[in-house]
């Protein structure tokens, strides 16, 4: 009686704070469930969507702070692509970016402006892709608009910021067959790339455990964002707001709706000190109220038994870190805070790694050993000419420049995207269902299967190429 009482309280406690639509059953009473919408009569899921090829993919941008400038620069170097179109609210945004455009000798043929210049924009049809650069609030309603007009959409970390988000963003991409992809660049970092190659050989044996992390000290950055809109956010939400960096190459690692799916998570944070103090510092006001703690913590299981561990601190002084860690059978990887492998002996001799007497099974393998590693698995998505250009055209080392790469090439071949609308929902679903979890004393929440069903579809994690294959 006792157990059915407080899980009902704890129901009622989420349904109050979350507004999603959440039911517990008594017979797992300790797993919170939201709701999952019915897939509307005629509509299919959209895993392996192809879309006809584009000769040239005709682009629009939204949102020209920091990081649309940025794109808008690299898109210059991105081949098979135009710059159609630009908009940000705020006009002197988008001249600048006129501006670097035409010292370039490029052309736009359109701009927008104001809150609801994109609206006008989506409506063109000379556009196939809209790239999202807004602040998070403005992601998901930009990029419905533009699926709903028959546009790709390509959006900003974190895509979606709510379960209905995500929900919302799932239908209309299954809706109108189009992509809709989130601009993850972490799983382009060279490090995530070469390592879940490895993984995807099993070098690490069965990947067991993983962790991911968003450790970025904002201290000094807040008030460079447009008009607040990050701190106001972390001020007003629980969980972690930004897991996407640190989930979303580990959930490629682990094949997450690929053959797994994430299951149940449980969350817990710290109290808020420093986050206090940021809003006192910048807006001079007294927030005691500031929902984001200074570190989040996220667990999540697998339906195949594995865990994850995502953490999240934009507050403490912590050093930046990504986590990426993988911990297999046979193996690991870890990217930070210090690069390093090890293998167990039976895989170095599987996979002809060389080591001596001396090798302690303790300690990380040598620079000359990971080089080894290295040479035996290229990411098949990388030669030589590309990695070059990457690195000269930058953006988090090469990284970004990787993702829109990969993003335009297989647009412009017709080919299945990366990332789909259901790893998207996935990584931005764990904000709310964590907040759900610490309002409910770090109870476990389910987390949806936005495949509704197709999670083990698809065989692995893959690359699709121009010449038909899969690597
Ligand atoms: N992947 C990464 O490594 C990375 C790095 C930095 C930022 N980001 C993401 O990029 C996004 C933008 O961040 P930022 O630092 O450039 O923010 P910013 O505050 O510098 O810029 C946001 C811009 O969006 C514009 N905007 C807001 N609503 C709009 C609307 N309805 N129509 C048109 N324009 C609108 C604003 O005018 C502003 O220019 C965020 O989602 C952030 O999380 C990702």
């Known amino acids: 009686m006792k157990n059915i009482l407080k899980s ?35 509509q299919q899921d959209v895993l392996g969507l192809r879309t006809p090829a584009l000769d040239t993919v005709r682009i629009a941008f939204v949102g020209l702070g920091g990081r649309g400038s940025f794109a808008v620069y690299r898109y210059t170097s991105v081949p098979w692509t135009k710059i ?19 010292e370039k000798g490029i052309e736009v043929k359109a701009t927008y402006t104001g809150d609801e210049g994109f609206k006008t924009m989506c409506q063109r049809d000379d556009i196939d892709l809209v790239y ?90 807040w008030d460079g964002y447009w008009r607040n809109w990050r701190l106001e956010f972390n001020s007003k939400h629980k969980g972690d707001i930004y897991p996407t960096h640190g989930l979303g190459p580990v959930c490629q ?13 449980v969350a817990m944070e710290t109290k808020s000190n420093n986050g206090v103090e940021s809003v006192k510092r910048y807006q001079g006001v007294d927030m005691p109220e500031f929902q984001n703690g200074d570190e989040t913590c996220t667990m999540i299981s697998t339906e195949k038994g594995k865990t994850i561990l995502i953490q999240h601190d934009v507050m403490t002084p912590r050093p930046y870190d990504r986590m990426y860690q993988l911990v297999g059978t046979r193996g690991y990887a870890a990217k930070y805070p210090v690069e390093m492998y090890s293998l167990s002996r039976e895989k170095m001799d599987e996979i002809g790694i ?33 990695e070059e250009l990457a690195k000269r055209v930058g953006g988090h080392g090469g990284m970004d420049f990787l993702m829109d790469y990969r993003l335009i090439y297989c647009l412009h071949n017709g080919l299945p995207l990366d990332m789909d609308v259901y790893d998207l929902a996935e990584w931005c679903c764990i904000s709310e269902l964590g907040a759900i979890s610490i309002a409910n004393g770090s ?29």
Request: charged share 25%.
């Open 8 to 42: 009902f309280m704890m129901c009622t406690a989420a349904l109050m704070m979350a507004g999603a639509t959440i039911s517990c059953n008594q017979e797992e009473s300790k797993i919170i469930k939201t709701d999952i919408p019915v897939r509307p009569a005629g």
């Open 354 to 386: 060389e080591y001596d007497e001396n090798f302690n099974i303790h300690g990380p393998l040598s620079e000359e050993q990971v080089k080894d590693l290295y040479a035996k698995y290229p990411s098949p998505i990388l030669d030589n000419d590309l």
């Open 84 to 102: 159609v179109a630009l908009c940000d609210i705020e006009p002197d945004r988008v001249q600048k970016n006129v501006d670097f455009l035409a």
């Open 132 to 221: 999202i650069c807004t602040d998070w609030k403005n992601h998901a309603p930009i990029a419905l608009y533009a699926l709903e007009h028959g546009k790709h959409a390509a959006i900003e970390v974190p895509s979606a910021t709510s379960l209905d988000e995500c929900w919302a963003l799932v239908n209309a991409a299954e809706k109108n067959r189009r992509h809709c992809m989130m601009l993850e660049n972490c799983c382009y970092d060279f490090f995530e790339m070469s390592a879940l190659q490895m993984a995807r050989n099993g070098v690490f044996g069965e990947v067991l455990h993983a962790e991911g992390s968003y450790h970025h000290n904002l201290t000094d950055y």
């Open 253 to 265: 690692a682990l094949n997450i709706h690929r053959g797994d799916r994430l299951k149940t998570l």
């Open 443 to 471: 109870a476990p929440v389910e987390v949806p299967d936005f495949t509704r069903g197709a999670w083990d579809k698809v065989n692995g994690f893959s690359y699709a190429f121009a010449d038909g294959s899969f690597k």
